[in-house]
């Protein structure tokens, strides 16, 4: 049984969340609370799962909650929030806190609308499934030995990541140097709501550029392409973005698998995969196509990932040739360039 405390200052919102998770016989609502201090004040004695928190709400909002809580009895937090206010404490310092999901409340919530609790009840699901919460302090180090290297000089990287993506993304992309010469594609399952707002706020911490992919247009070095919301991100015979309707791929559209495995099509050995955090198995196809073409490929490990589905999946299935803690990604994407120049240059 997933024990949820919710924390709204609206009691209507309370009412509906409340309503739909009582139809669920894995869910039990064991508390509410209208804002934070109030939630904090709860936690001891109803001992939740998982927290589901608004994001402003008057005396303790959302972001100085997290702020308390994970200083104190970290829970895993799911944000579910109607809109963010220009200025104002944004959905991503919320995950940079410490909160592992986040999930779109429509303006007027209803317990009818079944797509809205479908994905609440299934964000809910995976949330609880997320044991671990110490606030790790990455510190890049020495770039990791990586044998076997590509025969070719990578021409382009795809990273895709879910939960706890946006987190992960943050510490690659920051550590990565300006005018990093491997064109990079970001697949990271989101809310196409939230997508420009993750996109401003990696902006923040990145010299690269960060940019929405556009159809007919050549991966550029020095910029992160995301494929915008609702659509696959994939590639023309001459390399450039191709953006497509086709059906969800696992459930996802965009999906990792489909941009790795286009990117495999296209670049062969030159293609490097990247698959971090995040639930289910989106990527770990996608990371076996690259291998297959003969490109690099490397997965988050298990003890700094939120949740260890997908890079976990692409470990059993033997897709991964490396296996690396989220602060060496970047130093081993580095090396590759580096070592990839000077083989391009017969040095």
């Not at 919460?133 to 990541?161: D, H, K, T």
């Not at 010299?207 to 929405?212: D, F, T």
């Not at 700094?304 to 990604?329: C, D, K, N, W, Y």
Request: net charge neutral; hydrophobic share 50%.
């Amino acid at each position: 049984m997933i024990r949820v405390l919710l924390v709204d200052d609206s009691p209507l919102a309370l009412y509906v969340l409340e309503r739909i998770l009582a139809r669920t016989p894995d869910i039990r609502v064991v508390g509410t609370a209208l804002n934070g201090r109030e939630a904090l004040s709860l936690v001891a004695s109803f001992s939740p799962d998982v927290i589901c928190l608004d994001l402003h709400m008057p005396v303790m909002n959302g972001l100085e909650f997290i702020r308390a809580i994970m200083t104190s009895t970290p829970r895993p937090i799911l944000v579910v929030s109607i809109s963010v206010e220009p200025g104002g404490a944004g959905v991503f310092e919320l995950l940079e806190a410490g909160a592992v999901d986040v999930l779109a409340k429509p303006g007027l919530l209803d317990a009818e609308n079944q797509r809205f609790a479908a994905e609440f009840v299934d964000k809910v699901r995976v949330v609880a499934g997320v044991r671990v919460f110490r606030r790790r302090q990455c510190v890049a180090g020495a770039p990791p030995a990586m044998e076997p290297m590509p025969a070719v000089p990578p021409a382009l990287a795809v990273l895709g990541a879910s939960t706890g993506g946006p987190q992960a993304l943050k510490q690659i992309l920051g550590a990565l140097p300006a005018g990093f010469p491997l064109p990079l594609v970001c697949v990271q399952h989101i809310g196409g709501e939230f997508l420009p707002e993750m996109l401003a706020w990696l902006g923040q911490t990145t010299p690269l550029a960060i940019r929405q992919a556009r159809a007919g247009e050549y991966p550029e070095p020095g910029s992160v392409h995301f494929p915008p919301a609702d659509r696959h991100l994939e590639f023309d015979r001459a390399g450039r973005f191709l953006l497509t309707c086709r059906p969800p791929f696992g459930g996802h559209r965009p999906s990792v698998t489909v941009s790795m495995e286009a990117a495999a099509r296209q670049f062969g050995a030159g293609a490097v995969g990247v698959l971090l955090t995040g639930m289910g198995r989106d990527g770990a196809d996608g990371l076996a196509s690259i291998a297959k073409a003969g490109g690099l490929t490397i997965a988050q490990d298990k003890a700094t990932s939120v949740v260890f589905g997908m890079p976990g999946e692409a470990v059993a299935i033997g897709a991964a040739r490396h296996v690396l803690p989220l602060e060496q990604i970047a130093p081993a994407l580095i090396a590759l360039v580096k070592r990839g120049t000077k083989a391009s240059n017969g040095n």
